[in-house]
């Protein structure tokens, strides 16, 4: 039974741990995405699921929800894929004069290939400039595109309701009501580009990327910062007040209990708690011991025979500490300089093994939830902190598909003025992700050996 309550406990914890944190980096970048005029059609917290509880925002045309799948979160930023299909710009006007149109139909009127237009609507779909039919013949939707697309709702200016303040409601078509395109068909399609995150430059696009690393980072402080100024913490305090007692210990059997104070061990003074473990580690192996104590406000004598391992079984005193603002600030960022230096010793050859030997997969992280939870708000917010700045700094490491990666392709791309080709760029992605699935099963391993 303890086993399946623990093992329920660190699937709690570990779930309610990692997808909150996931969900706040993801958030960062659905904001930054939002303050730099990019389309978000979906941010959820959870895995992508057709199942699912949503409300769609009038103000923005964003889809807001969860999902059963918790393990983090996802936003859909318009126009990450890089997709760039030569009979868009004609499928997207067309589409909007007739109000909807099939896939089959446009190809035939327009005269391309059904599969080029399918791709083209795909395009559109996922930059938000199209709303997908599906007929009873499509199969399900989180599996198949659909056979047929219609136009979005327009007002005057051509904006849709994922343009947020500038879309006039008052004044805009239903979707599947044509619209004609008043800026020509080229126009039309580059106006609808620059709401995405392909339509804009370097560095908006490298604050997108950077944005979710950036609030793991601010998230990971201040939880640092409300442990360290507003719960507190607690410090041991090196004074000879017994602060606990174990159950079942000797010093228990003898009558000691917490709040009791120890002046002497076999004639020798005490004044502080090292005094007492350095007494009873001087007199390991002597047998019994005499303690005079302070107990209940009367002086006793009391004889302790400490166990094999030279304990009594008594813990010392702690106090709650509040530290000021400025003083929590400057832990926050000595905390952040030291997760940053760890990570980058992977990067160092004779030093990758022993960070990954100590580093830990999501299995360990849960059950180190569970065990953070169970020693309180301090213990647990300090730990939601360390996975947050992790989770943020790992993220930009440069390597695709990580932040990192994408960050490095841009750059790169900045530099040369040249596009880094789809299919190189999908290969990095794949060797990336390989590369991740390594280091996961030998950490995994690892989680695996400590807990057994």
């Known amino acids: 039974m303890d086993t399946i309550v623990g093992f329920l406990s660190a699937l709690f ?112 779909l996922s930059w938000g400039s199209l709303a997908a039919r599906y007929t009873e013949s499509d199969g399900p939707a989180n599996r198949y595109y659909p056979s047929a697309y ?69 998230a990971g402080m201040l939880l640092l910062m409300s442990v360290y100024s507003i719960i507190g913490f607690d410090i041991p305090v090196n004074e000879n007040v017994i602060g606990t007692v174990e159950a079942g210990s000797p010093a228990q059997e003898a009558g000691l209990a917490a709040g009791d104070k120890i002046l002497s061990i076999d004639g020798q003074e005490i004044e502080t708690w090292v005094d007492i473990t350095s007494a009873i580690q001087a007199h390991e192996g002597e047998g019994a011991l005499s303690f005079e104590v302070e107990h209940s406000g009367n002086l ?21 500490y509040h530290l000021g603002i400025l003083d929590s600030f400057q832990l926050s960022v000595d905390y952040v300089y030291q997760t940053v230096a760890g990570i980058s010793q992977l990067f160092v050859p004779e030093r990758t093994m022993e960070v990954l030997d100590n580093s830990t997969s999501v299995v360990g992280i849960s059950v180190m939830s569970a065990q953070a939870a169970s020693l309180g708000a301090s213990a647990y917010l300090s730990f939601a902190a360390l996975i947050s700045l992790s989770l943020g700094f790992m993220n930009l490491l440069p390597i695709p598909p990580l932040d990192g990666g994408k960050l490095l392709i841009e750059i790169i791309q900045a530099i040369t003025r040249r596009k ?33």
């Open 13 to 124: 914890w570990g779930v309610v741990t990692f997808s909150v944190l996931v969900f706040i980096h993801e958030g960062g970048h659905f904001l930054a995405a939002r303050a730099c005029g990019v389309r978000v059609s979906e941010f959820f917290l959870g895995m992508p699921c057709r199942y699912n509880l949503h409300h769609v925002s009038r103000r923005i045309g964003t889809k807001f929800g969860v999902t059963p799948i918790l393990i983090g979160g996802y936003a859909a930023i318009c126009g990450m894929e890089d997709l760039d299909e030569p009979c868009a710009p004609h499928v997207l006007a067309e589409i909007h004069r007739r109000g909807s149109a099939s896939t089959a139909e446009l190809a035939r009127d327009l005269g391309y290939d059904e599969e080029d237009v399918q791709a083209a609507c795909a395009q559109l």
């Open 150 to 218: 219609a136009a979005m709702p327009r007002d005057a200016a051509g904006n849709t309701i994922y343009d947020g303040r500038a879309f006039d409601h008052a004044h805009a078509t239903a979707e599947g009501e044509s619209w004609e395109p008043t800026m020509g068909e080229q126009a039309f399609f580059d106006r609808e580009r620059s709401h995405t995150y392909l339509g804009l430059g370097f560095w908006r696009r490298a604050f997108i990327l950077v944005a979710g690393i950036l609030v793991n980072v601010f």
């Open 300 to 320: 006793e004598t009391m004889e302790i025979t400490p166990s094999s391992e030279g304990l009594i079984g008594i813990g010392v005193s702690y106090e709650r």
């Open 420 to 452: 880094i080709p789809v299919r190189l760029q999908t290969a990095l992605s794949l060797a990336g992700i390989a590369l991740f699935g390594l280091m996961f099963i030998y950490v995994l391993r690892g989680d695996i050996l400590r807990l057994l």
